[in-house]
């Protein structure tokens, strides 16, 4: 994650960085990360509807 961290430090205009970092998150199942990553990069890019399906998913899965 550090290094797409970085990544995104260097090239901030492409926001599939942050959407690559929360599957990441995902994946290690820390939904926390995951759920922020996923809201920033929707911010950047709010048409994006695999990233927001998913991150109604997460949101539904705390509010349980």
Known sequence: ??????AYREFPD???ILKTIAWHYLEIGDTANAR????DFLKKV??????QEELDRLKNLTNQ
């Open 36 to 39: 922020k990553y996923f809201e």
């Open 14 to 16: 492409t926001h599939a």
């Open 46 to 51: 709010p048409d994006d509807a695999s990233a």
């Open 1 to 6: 994650v550090g290094i797409m961290l970085e």
